[in-house]
Antibody, heavy 124, light 107 residues
Framework: EVQLVESGGGLIQPGGSLRLSCAAS????????MSWFRQAPGKGLEWVSL???????YYADSVKGRFAISRDNSKNTLYLQMNSLRAEDTAVYYC??????????????????WGQGTLVTVSS | DIQLTQSPSFLSASVGDRVTITCRAS??????LAWYQQKPRKAPKLLIY???TLQSGVPSRFSGSGSGTEFTLTISSLQPEDFATYYC?????????FGPGTKVDIK
């Protein structure tokens, strides 16, 4: 059974750093594309970052230069290192497995399994 | 970025009702659209991708259609467990974006 479990959220002051973890089971993180999303209180879903099965990483403009996605293959775990945190980063953060198909030679991504989320609150 | 709008934003319905939610894209995205269901304090659940392909394990009362800029999610006979918020997501290009959601509530 595929399962994703996030951890590492909490209350952090503006300018601080936090590392989120996403422990996977039922599949191998290193063989899959993985992504992070967030959802601010009472708001919709926002894509944050993606890591390919190779070394490629991608970020939303709102977090580029501040956040870093990575994985530890030996622990089958995905991470999101968040630096220089701002109040507007307050949200529930979800990890998700990426599924894709090719159409017109372009990869089309959707997200088939999600974790339960971890809350990050940036406040003084 | 591609913007998605959904209508209605809120829908009140009864068990057994046929429900239709519309998602519109700010530019043509062919059939590159997915639908998710989210219940309070839970993770999103994938229902449909490629506009009309039902994810494995999702009940057949859910269906999707559309292409270009207009898409619909239909629930043929609303069940008690279907009361939730529904989001569309475009697969056309990064950053992938989501609609603002449609909350389906009990009448």
């Amino acid at each position: 059974e595929v399962q994703l479990v996030e951890s590492g959220g909490g209350l952090i002051q503006p300018g601080g750093s936090l590392r989120l973890s996403c422990a996977a089971s039922g599949f191998t993180v290193s063989s899959n594309f993985m992504s992070w999303f967030r959802q601010a209180p009472g708001k919709g879903l926002e894509w944050v970052s993606l890591i390919s099965s190779g070394p490629s990483t991608y970020y939303a403009d709102s977090v580029k230069g501040r956040f870093a996605i990575s994985r530890d293959n030996s622990k089958n775990t995905l991470y999101l290192q968040m630096n220089s945190l701002r109040a507007e980063d307050t949200a529930v953060y979800y990890c998700a497995r990426v599924k894709y198909y090719y159409d017109s030679s372009i990869r089309r991504d959707y997200f088939d399994y999600w974790g339960q989320g971890t809350l990050v609150t940036v406040s003084s | 970025d591609i913007q998605l709008t959904q209508s209605p934003s809120f829908l009140s319905a009864s068990v057994g009702d046929r429900v239709t939610i519309t998602c519109r894209a700010s530019q043509g995205i062919s059939s590159y659209l997915a639908w998710y269901q989210q219940k309070p304090r839970k993770a999103p659940k994938l229902l449909i991708y490629a506009a009309s392909t039902l994810q494995s394990g999702v009940p057949s009362r859910f269906s999707g259609s559309g292409s270009g800029t207009e898409f619909t999610l239909t629930i043929s006979s609303l069940q008690p467990e279907d009361f939730a918020t529904y989001y569309c997501q475009q697969l056309n290009s990064y950053p992938v974006t989501f609609g603002p959601g449609t909350k389906v509530d009990i009448k």
